[in-house]
């Protein structure tokens, strides 16, 4: 479950930078 939380938050992160880029 630990990782897939981390999978969820990596995920997150790289639309929120892809949309701001």
């Not at 479950?1 to 880029?21: C, E, G, I, P, Y």
Request: glycine share 0%; no cysteine.
């Amino acid at each position: 479950m630990k990782s897939m939380q981390t999978n969820t938050l990596k995920a997150l992160a790289n639309l929120f930078f892809f949309l701001l880029s």
